[in-house]
């Protein structure tokens, strides 16, 4: 059978072996009194274990591999933190490996020891051919351990999230004010114009905007000017007022044009949802919220609160325009649909809350994320539909965040050992055990 060197691990960590009459390869009795500490970093594999070879206890480090020959193959002989290896734990042994100072690194090979029912349960589970390799299996699981899947790989998903925060907290030299703002803009590109957006953001200080927030038209000039949205063979009224604000403002701020209209993407998106119409809601929001963190912080927990932030009016004039001289057919919403209130309320207010959380070291920031999103409905998606065809239906937001976090980092990355549910299909029978 063919497996990597994590199921060794996995084999060592719960101790999915025979342990009866257990020798060293030299040939030497050993005991395992302790397998130590599973090491996720640099190093050894397992860190502070004891183990005794014949008369002597050992206490020190435990490193496995496929084969004794990986010991050189991953060069530990010149790796000084190699030298506390009190135990080599592998499947075959293949060749002798000695300390630095000659003496044989004791040995414990696995081959034919490793319980039955594990190899055959972890060749059914990477057999699979389904995108959730776990698919045919799954329901031998527990609700408990499912849900406390989810539960890591959510607050997985919220850590990636808040380091995107967190960096451009850096950038933004510890000014949450400056950040909150920028992670808005990113969170409203929707993955299509995230980037732009955030590239927008960057070109004008969000104490400019705060200045102006009496004056929602001059925001929304500066904003789309900038977007380089206001360029139009055949302006209307409204567009040439937009353009006379943008140019007067550009030159008194002296504004660097970073971005034009090219660097947007209109192909494959809704008018609804066209950058313009998208930028002209941001404007509005930040002039009706012109201290947007703290706006954010203290919002409760629950949707009414979101909408109170979200729901502002555009004028009449962009509820018949889907970009500046550009009518629409049908009419435009004046408010953001409760489908883009529910991604802005999970994607921008959630990830902020839980990155705030960790900046001041406060539990209750990351609570509060886990109760909001059990109080949501859960997102429709193509990785949810591949849960519930599995039979494992999502109810609320927080199912659903962390189906998608299992989903990308385990499922299709077929990390089945590193998840709960993998390693709990991989148990061997209690009968094997005794």
């Not at 490193?63 to 080599?88: F, G, N, P, T």
């Amino acid at each position: 059978m063919v497996f990597q060197e994590n199921f060794l691990q996995l084999v060592w960590k719960y101790q999915y072996f025979d342990k009866n009459d257990l020798k060293s390869t030299l040939g030497i009795p050993l005991s395992i009194k302790k397998i130590g500490f599973h090491n996720f970093h640099e190093g050894p594999d397992f860190l502070e274990a004891q183990v005794d070879i014949g008369k002597l206890t050992y206490y020190g480090n435990v490193e496995i591999h496929l084969k004794s020959s990986d010991w050189h193959a991953h060069e530990h002989q010149s790796d000084e933190r190699y030298e506390s290896v009190i135990l080599h734990v592998v499947y075959e042994h293949d060749r002798e490996i000695k300390h630095p100072d000659g003496t044989p690194i004791p040995t414990l090979e696995l081959k034919g020891k490793i319980f039955l029912d594990v190899l055959r349960n972890y060749e059914r589970l990477i057999s699979g051919h389904q995108n959730i390799l776990c698919s045919e299996t799954l329901g031998e699981v527990s609700d408990i351990l499912k849900f406390s899947m989810l539960e890591k790989a959510l607050v997985e998903r919220f850590i990636e999230k808040s380091q995107s925060v967190r960096k451009l907290l850096a950038d933004n030299m510890g000014d949450w004010e400056e950040t909150t703002y920028q992670w808005l803009f990113q969170c409203f590109g929707f993955k299509t114009n995230s980037k732009a957006m955030l590239l927008l953001a960057k070109s004008i200080p969000y104490k400019l905007i705060k200045k102006h927030a009496n004056h929602p038209g001059i925001v929304e000039a500066l904003l789309l000017g900038q977007a380089g949205l206001l360029e139009n063979n055949n302006p209307d009224e409204y567009t040439l007022f937009l353009r006379r604000e943008f140019n007067f403002y550009k030159t008194k701020y002296q504004l660097p044009q970073t971005l034009f209209h090219t660097d947007w993407k209109f192909m494959g998106v809704r008018p609804g949802n066209f950058p313009s119409v998208r930028i002209v809601q941001l404007s509005h929001i930040l002039c009706k919220s012109p201290n947007l963190l703290s706006t954010i912080l203290s919002a409760s927990n629950t949707m009414e609160s979101m909408k109170g932030i979200f729901l502002k009016e555009v004028p009449p004039y962009w509820t018949h325009h889907y970009a500046p001289a550009k009518t629409s057919q049908r009419k435009l919403s004046k408010h953001l649909s409760p489908q883009t209130l529910h991604l802005l309320a999970i994607n921008f207010v959630v990830p902020l809350w839980f990155a705030y959380g960790k900046y001041i070291d406060e539990q209750e920031w990351q609570d509060k994320c886990f109760d909001f999103l059990q109080a949501l409905p859960g997102e429709e998606n193509f990785i949810i539909k591949r849960f519930k065809d599995i039979n494992w239906p999502a109810s609320t937001a927080f199912d659903t965040q962390g189906m998608i976090g299992l989903h990308n980092n385990y499922c299709i990355q077929k990390k089945c050992l590193e998840c709960k549910i993998g390693q709990n299909l991989l148990r061997p029978s209690a009968k094997q055990v005794t």
